[in-house]
């Protein structure tokens, strides 16, 4: 059973950055996939990034590529999200995922079966 924390979230001008945090225990393995997603009021859940918990893929959705970052520390078993040069329509609740491994894209979120509670971000413009 794996157990996610996100961790933070908070507010920020736009054009600044955040890093969230996503603490994972209870098993991870180099057979799970860890993805960000997340939910803007009145939209549906949204793909960010996701990764190999090996670390050796990586993909982003093209609203943030070059401007946010996955990454993680195995010995820490924790996954992070680096955000630069947030916008207002970054706003929303960010959400990780974790899933066992599998050849469907990264993308969809209903390939993954562990969540966590979500943090919020918000970009004042």
């Known amino acids: 059973q794996v157990q996610l924390a996100e961790s933070g979230g908070g507010l920020m001008q736009a054009g600044g950055s955040l890093r969230l945090s996503c603490a994972a225990s209870?098993?991870?393995?180099?057979?799970?996939?860890v993805g960000w997603f997340r939910r803007a009021p009145g939209k549906e859940r949204e793909f960010v990034t996701a990764?190999?918990?090996?670390?050796?893929?990586?993909y982003y959705a093209d609203s943030v590529k070059g401007r946010f970052t996955i990454s993680r520390d195995t010995a820490k078993n924790t996954v992070y999200l680096q955000m630069n040069s947030l916008k207002p329509e970054d706003t929303a609740v960010y959400y990780c995922a974790a899933r066992s491994r599998t050849f469907l894209p990264a993308s969809m979120p209903a390939t993954y079966f562990y969540w966590g509670q979500g943090t919020q971000v918000t970009v004042s413009s």
């Open positions: 990764m190999t918990w090996s670390g050796n893929k990586a």
């Open positions: 209870g098993g991870t393995s180099s057979n799970y996939d």
